[in-house]
């Protein structure tokens, strides 16, 4: 596809035609006088306006021509009535003095061009044959020229040329004067880039009007790196934004830097000023005479700034002095409890102590101590005071000791009332010790125990506290469980003890009995499988059967009499148990007696 690399141009100015292309009268004498519109291209690329009937090329004969020969029978091919001349585009034309006529096109009756046509368009050419580069000025792109046909697309006989052989078309109005090439950019950030490097050149600042910034910078070839009005205005204010912030960065260091200037003025004459006194609140117009006199004093412009400034570092001394008196009367304090410790070490110091008793108990040497000694930074009642408060501190400490000692004590005989407890239990689980076992049937065998010397040292009658609380606990539980199970044992016919009976069926024979109620049933579970440290059920049965066994030796009842009299007389007395069993030394199992008494009685005694 071929194109008209001055197509931008057209639109702007149309070319000559007809009527409007100017005659060779109103251009003087001289035909070959360039014209306004030499900047279009050759005619020679437009085919549709080589038409004869186009008024493109003046219709009016070349002055100073001469006369026309006679008529010939056909004159437009005779040669000599032709002659060639120039157009205001630099393009020849040819003109028939007897017809009138003018063409572009070179007669046949005038045989070949003895030269080569040369393309009258002011863009030079790298070669006159062949394919040749240039650059269009108002888009930025190359086109391709071969002497007759214009085109954008690279050609495929193309050879490549050497970059600077790519020529700009002159614009139309700075056709007269050399125009440097546009600066091609890789991307839009290099472009925006050199645009406010351009502003940053001319010193652009963030307040400076766009009409300004045009007659400013519109000549530098950086102004044309934005392609397009609004992208400069976009790139400005973005510069404009950023320069008004370093701007003001810019003055925050310069007051800065005046300020430490004039701080580093008062920190070199202050101490030297006989007026100035820290503590006192020195007013600045006192001291003004001795700050004026360096260049410093000025750096910093505003009077009531100076004044400020003057008034914080007057109160930044006041506070570093406060400071440095803290700390001295901090490390006075220090020191003196330190002396403190070291005579606590030696146990010249206690928690008893008094402040007379602890002098008095000093040596010379020690009274003459730089730590304990009365100075500008620790006076007398001070010391007391600090004497006073460490003396607190030792007697809590004690006290903290003693509460500690109080507590392992504790801690340790509770283990020991504890071991002694499972020496008991171990007993009852053995069969030894029964809840109407007493202390003294007991006392020999468990005084023989390792773990009940440590309770005697508690106190001469702690072990047998222990062992009635321990009993005390089982009967109350015996005593509850026992009442319930006779009550269940009196209500069944089938439920009988005998001196052959097992603990397994007298159990089934209970849980059977409790089968008409959820919280009966739920309750004989419990007592059955609840070892405190017997079971209150193993317990019972135990007894059912010593019981019969003693009235079958003797022969006083009937097979069942017994187990059902027991329930009975259960239901009447809920306080009888058997009698105390015998502990021999032998550590034979304590056999169950069959005389009864009541619970409380057994509890008195």
Same mark, same amino acid.
């Given at each position: 596809?071929?194109?008209?690399?001055?197509?931008?141009?057209?639109?702007?100015?149309?070319?000559?035609?007809?009527?409007?292309?100017?005659?060779?009268?109103?251009?003087?004498?001289?035909?070959?006088?360039?014209?306004?519109?030499?900047?279009?291209?050759?005619?020679?690329?437009?085919?549709?306006?080589?038409?004869?009937?186009?008024?493109?090329?003046?219709?009016?004969?070349?002055?100073?021509?001469?006369?026309?020969?006679?008529?010939?029978?056909?004159?437009?091919?005779?040669?000599?009535?032709?002659?060639?001349?120039?157009?205001?585009?630099?393009?020849?034309?040819?003109?028939?003095?007897?017809?009138?006529?003018?063409?572009?096109?070179?007669?046949?009756?005038?045989?070949?061009?003895?030269?080569?046509?040369?393309?009258?368009?002011?863009?030079?050419?790298?070669?006159?044959?062949?394919?040749?580069?240039?650059?269009?000025?108002?888009?930025?792109?190359?086109?391709?020229?071969?002497?007759?046909?214009?085109?954008?697309?690279?050609?495929?006989?193309?050879?490549?040329?050497?970059?600077?052989?790519?020529?700009?078309?002159?614009?139309?109005?700075?056709?007269?004067?050399?125009?440097?090439?546009?600066?091609?950019?890789?991307?839009?950030?290099?472009?925006?880039?050199?645009?406010?490097?351009?502003?940053?050149?001319?010193?652009?600042?963030?307040?400076?009007?766009?009409?300004?910034?045009?007659?400013?910078?519109?000549?530098?070839?950086?102004?044309?790196?934005?392609?397009?009005?609004?992208?400069?205005?976009?790139?400005?204010?973005?510069?404009?934004?950023?320069?008004?912030?370093?701007?003001?960065?810019?003055?925050?260091?310069?007051?800065?830097?005046?300020?430490?200037?004039?701080?580093?003025?008062?920190?070199?004459?202050?101490?030297?000023?006989?007026?100035?006194?820290?503590?006192?609140?020195?007013?600045?117009?006192?001291?003004?005479?001795?700050?004026?006199?360096?260049?410093?004093?000025?750096?910093?412009?505003?009077?009531?700034?100076?004044?400020?400034?003057? $008034? !914080?570092?007057?109160?930044?001394?006041? =506070?570093?002095?406060?400071? +440095?008196?803290? &700390? %001295?009367? /901090?490390?006075?304090?220090?020191?003196?409890?330190?002396?403190?410790?070291?005579?606590?070490?030696?146990?010249?110091?206690?928690?008893?102590?008094?402040?007379?008793?602890?002098?008095?108990?000093?040596?010379?040497?020690?009274?003459?101590?730089?730590?304990?000694?009365?100075?500008?930074?620790?006076?007398?009642?001070?010391?007391?005071?600090?004497?006073?408060?460490?003396?607190?501190?030792?007697?809590?400490?004690?006290?903290?000791?003693?509460?500690?000692?109080?507590?392992?004590?504790?801690?340790?005989?509770?283990?020991?009332?504890?071991?002694? $407890? !499972?020496?008991?239990?171990?007993?009852? =689980?053995?069969?030894?010790? +029964?809840?109407? &076992? %007493?202390? /003294?049937?007991?006392?020999?065998?468990?005084?023989?125990?390792?773990?009940?010397?440590?309770?005697?040292?508690?106190?001469?009658?702690?072990?047998?506290?222990?062992?009635?609380?321990?009993?005390?606990?089982?009967?109350?539980?015996?005593?509850?469980?026992?009442?319930?199970?006779?009550?269940?044992?009196?209500?069944?016919?089938?439920?009988?003890?005998?001196?052959?009976?097992?603990?397994?069926?007298?159990?089934?024979?209970?849980?059977?009995?409790?089968?008409?109620?959820?919280?009966?049933?739920?309750?004989?579970?419990?007592?059955?499988?609840?070892?405190?440290?017997?079971?209150?059920?193993?317990?019972?049965?135990?007894? +059912?059967?010593? &019981? %019969?066994?003693?009235?079958?030796?003797?022969?006083?009842?009937?097979?069942?009499?017994?187990?059902?009299?027991?329930?009975?007389?259960?239901?009447?007395?809920?306080?009888?148990?058997?009698?105390?069993?015998?502990?021999?030394?032998?550590?034979?199992?304590?056999?169950?007696?069959?005389?009864?008494?009541?619970?409380?009685?057994?509890?008195?005694?």
């Amino acid at each position: 596809m071929h194109m008209n690399p001055h197509s931008h141009q057209q639109q702007q100015q149309q070319p000559y035609r007809g009527n409007q292309f100017p005659s060779y009268q109103s251009m003087g004498n001289n035909p070959n006088e360039p014209m306004p519109n030499a900047q279009l291209m050759p005619l020679q690329q437009h085919p549709m306006q080589f038409q004869p009937q186009q008024q493109l090329i003046p219709q009016h004969p070349p002055p100073n021509m001469p006369a026309a020969p006679p008529m010939a029978l056909n004159p437009s091919i005779v040669a000599v009535n032709w002659s060639t001349h120039k157009a205001p585009t630099g393009a020849d034309y040819f003109y028939n003095a007897s017809t009138g006529e003018s063409t572009y096109n070179r007669p046949p009756c005038l045989g070949p061009d003895p030269a080569a046509v040369v393309p009258a368009s002011p863009v030079k050419e790298i070669k006159k044959r062949g394919w040749t580069q240039h650059l269009d000025q108002t888009s930025g792109k190359v086109y391709y020229y071969d002497g007759t046909n214009t085109t954008w697309e690279k050609p495929n006989d193309f050879k490549n040329a050497p970059e600077e052989s790519i020529k700009e078309v002159p614009s139309k109005k700075r056709r007269k004067k050399e125009v440097d090439p546009p600066v091609l950019y890789s991307n839009k950030a290099e472009a925006d880039a050199a645009f406010k490097g351009l502003l940053l050149a001319k010193d652009i600042s963030p307040t400076m009007k766009w009409n300004e910034i045009v007659k400013v910078c519109s000549t530098d070839k950086r102004w044309e790196a934005c392609t397009t009005t609004g992208g400069r205005k976009q790139a400005l204010a973005e510069y404009q934004t950023k320069r008004a912030n370093e701007m003001r960065e810019e003055k925050r260091q310069e007051k800065t830097r005046a300020k430490n200037a004039f701080v580093k003025l008062l920190t070199d004459v202050l101490p030297s000023a006989s007026a100035f006194n820290a503590s006192n609140n020195t007013p600045f117009q006192v001291i003004r005479d001795s700050l004026s006199k360096d260049d410093r004093f000025y750096a910093v412009e505003n009077e009531e700034t100076r004044e400020e400034l003057y $008034r !914080d570092f007057v109160e930044e001394i006041r =506070k570093r002095d406060e400071r +440095l008196k803290r &700390s %001295r009367k /901090r490390e006075a304090k220090d020191s003196f409890l330190a002396f403190l410790k070291s005579n606590e070490e030696t146990g010249v110091l206690t928690f008893a102590s008094t402040w007379q008793s602890f002098v008095s108990s000093l040596g010379d040497k020690n009274r003459i101590d730089a730590n304990f000694v009365v100075s500008p930074h620790m006076s007398d009642q001070e010391r007391q005071l600090y004497f006073a408060d460490h003396v607190l501190d030792l007697q809590a400490l004690e006290k903290e000791k003693t509460r500690r000692i109080r507590e392992a004590r504790r801690q340790a005989e509770k283990a020991q009332r504890d071991a002694f $407890r !499972d020496i008991i239990t171990k007993y009852a =689980k053995e069969g030894k010790i +029964l809840p109407s &076992s %007493r202390w /003294r049937n007991v006392e020999e065998v468990l005084a023989a125990e390792s773990s009940c010397g440590p309770v005697r040292d508690q106190g001469r009658n702690e072990p047998q506290n222990i062992f009635d609380d321990y009993v005390d606990e089982w009967i109350d539980v015996y005593h509850g469980d026992k009442a319930f199970l006779n009550n269940l044992m009196a209500k069944s016919k089938e439920l009988v003890a005998t001196a052959d009976s097992k603990y397994e069926g007298f159990t089934k024979g209970l849980l059977d009995a409790a089968a008409y109620s959820p919280e009966a049933y739920s309750d004989v579970r419990r007592i059955i499988k609840e070892e405190l440290p017997v079971s209150s059920a193993k317990l019972l049965f135990d007894e +059912l059967v010593a &019981s %019969r066994k003693s009235a079958n030796s003797r022969g006083r009842i009937g097979p069942g009499a017994h187990s059902r009299r027991v329930a009975d007389d259960s239901s009447e007395d809920e306080g009888e148990i058997v009698e105390d069993g015998e502990v021999p030394n032998d550590n034979k199992t304590i056999a169950p007696s069959t005389i009864t008494q009541d619970t409380h009685e057994l509890k008195s005694e």
